[in-house]
């Protein structure tokens, strides 16, 4: 059972789950005994499990594409008071925010606001950002340990770059229901159709149908977290630049998930990492050299998402987020 605990074996089934998605263990099973990975059901059912539970992987994340009529779009404001500030624009605009951060940066308080369409800002915000994105690229780890991400850190781009856009050109044709079920997903897209289907009251066929449109409209993958979730720091940096594909490149030799946003005029990268120091360090380099210009850097703190909101407030049983429990090979709750 040494492979269990195997950190190169958990980033293979990491980048497995993340090629195949709604692949079933067994599935996973054969593919990692074809590779020469795992010779045994058990073990992938035992590693999978501890990696859930050591938050070494974690449910997978979802982002809805640009459409014509839906558009991801973060805003970042000046603010007096981050808790109060937080709870009322979640109040306010609820319907339309997908997660809130507050930050600090220069004894002054901020909050990143992520939604899907235009918001009114009150007029006592002062709007530092205001941007459409134009992509979003989750970068996986390719590493399991930080001297991959600290020698990537001493490169420096060759050449300019631009990151193809993810915008699809047509409507967003969710209905209601469409809706419900893309909300269950989010708590858990490994969800069996029977627990699907039984939430959102209707037959599994009919979760199955569900699931398929709205596979067509996002963007999924499972976060990876090698030294576990609990032991990274989040980084957020904004700036110009005309190399936006270099540090994509430069965060895959990491050990945790990272995420880069383009927008028309500015790259803003969320770093989980558990060298910030030398992460910290290479961003004000990269500045000086004139790799990337304008740099902002933020250090997070609260954090609000409506999955975590329900969870809290009791209406999304705790049951419905595991993913890989042993009990499961049972046919016990998922």
Same mark, same amino acid.
């Given at each position: $059972?040494?492979?269990?605990?195997?950190?190169?074996?958990?980033?293979?089934? *990491?980048?497995? =789950?993340?090629?195949?998605?709604?692949?079933?263990?067994?599935?996973?099973?054969?593919?990692?005994?074809?590779?020469?990975?795992?010779?045994?059901?058990?073990?992938?059912?035992?590693?999978?499990?501890?990696?859930?539970?050591?938050?070494?992987?974690?449910?997978?994340?979802?982002?809805?594409?640009?459409?014509?009529?839906?558009?991801?779009?973060?805003?970042?404001?000046?603010?007096?008071? +981050?808790?109060?500030?937080?709870?009322?624009?979640?109040?306010?605009?609820?319907?339309?925010?997908? $997660?809130?951060?507050? $930050?600090?940066?220069?004894?002054?308080?901020?909050?990143?606001?992520?939604?899907?369409?235009?918001?009114?800002?009150?007029?006592?915000?002062?709007?530092?950002?205001?941007?459409?994105?134009?992509? %979003?690229?989750?970068?996986?780890?390719?590493? !399991?340990?930080?001297?991959?991400?600290?020698?990537?850190?001493?490169?420096?781009?060759?050449?300019? +770059?631009?990151?193809?856009?993810? #915008?699809?050109?047509?409507? =967003?044709?969710?209905?209601?229901?469409?809706?419900?079920?893309?909300?269950?997903?989010?708590?858990?897209?490994? $969800?069996?159709?029977?627990?699907?289907?039984?939430?959102?009251?209707?037959?599994?066929?009919?979760?199955?149908?569900?699931?398929?449109?709205?596979?067509?409209?996002?963007?999924?993958?499972?976060?990876?977290?090698? *030294?576990?979730?609990?032991?990274?720091?989040?980084?957020?940096? +904004?700036?110009?630049?005309?190399?936006?594909? %270099?540090?994509?490149?430069?965060? +895959?030799?990491? #050990?945790?998930?990272?995420?880069?946003?383009?927008?028309?005029?500015?790259?803003? =990268? %969320?770093?989980?990492? !558990?060298?910030?120091?030398?992460?910290?360090?290479?961003?004000?380099?990269?500045?000086? !050299?004139?790799?990337?210009?304008?740099?902002?850097?933020?250090?997070?703190?609260?954090?609000?998402?409506?999955?975590?909101?329900?969870?809290?407030? *009791?209406?999304?049983?705790?049951?419905?987020?595991?993913?890989?429990?042993?009990?499961?090979?049972?046919?016990?709750?998922?």
């Amino acid at each position: $059972m040494t492979k269990v605990r195997d950190s190169s074996v958990h980033l293979q089934l *990491g980048h497995l =789950l993340n090629r195949y998605p709604y692949a079933s263990v067994d599935k996973i099973y054969r593919m990692t005994r074809k590779g020469g990975l795992i010779g045994s059901i058990n073990t992938v059912w035992y590693t999978l499990e501890y990696m859930e539970e050591n938050k070494i992987i974690d449910n997978p994340r979802c982002v809805i594409k640009n459409c014509r009529n839906y558009t991801n779009m973060h805003y970042i404001l000046k603010i007096e008071d +981050s808790k109060e500030s937080m709870s009322s624009f979640i109040t306010r605009y609820k319907n339309y925010i997908d $997660m809130v951060h507050s $930050m600090n940066a220069y004894r002054e308080t901020y909050l990143y606001v992520k939604t899907h369409g235009t918001l009114s800002i009150p007029d006592k915000f002062q709007i530092l950002e205001e941007c459409t994105w134009s992509n %979003f690229i989750p970068i996986l780890p390719h590493s !399991t340990a930080e001297k991959g991400l600290s020698d990537a850190l001493k490169a420096e781009p060759e050449a300019e +770059s631009v990151l193809d856009d993810f #915008t699809v050109d047509e409507q =967003l044709e969710w209905d209601n229901e469409t809706w419900e079920t893309f909300h269950w997903l989010c708590v858990n897209y490994r $969800m069996s159709y029977t627990d699907l289907g039984k939430l959102i009251q209707k037959s599994p066929q009919a979760a199955y149908r569900r699931k398929l449109v709205i596979n067509q409209s996002v963007i999924l993958w499972y976060p990876i977290f090698i *030294g576990g979730q609990q032991s990274y720091e989040l980084l957020f940096f +904004s700036f110009e630049t005309k190399f936006p594909s %270099f540090f994509a490149e430069v965060l +895959s030799k990491n #050990t945790g998930v990272s995420y880069l946003i383009q927008t028309s005029e500015r790259t803003t =990268l %969320f770093v989980n990492t !558990t060298i910030p120091k030398v992460v910290n360090s290479a961003m004000s380099r990269y500045e000086d !050299t004139g790799i990337i210009r304008d740099l902002r850097r933020m250090y997070l703190h609260n954090y609000w998402d409506p999955i975590v909101e329900r969870y809290m407030e *009791g209406s999304i049983p705790e049951r419905y987020f595991y993913m890989f429990k042993i009990g499961n090979k049972k046919g016990k709750r998922r």
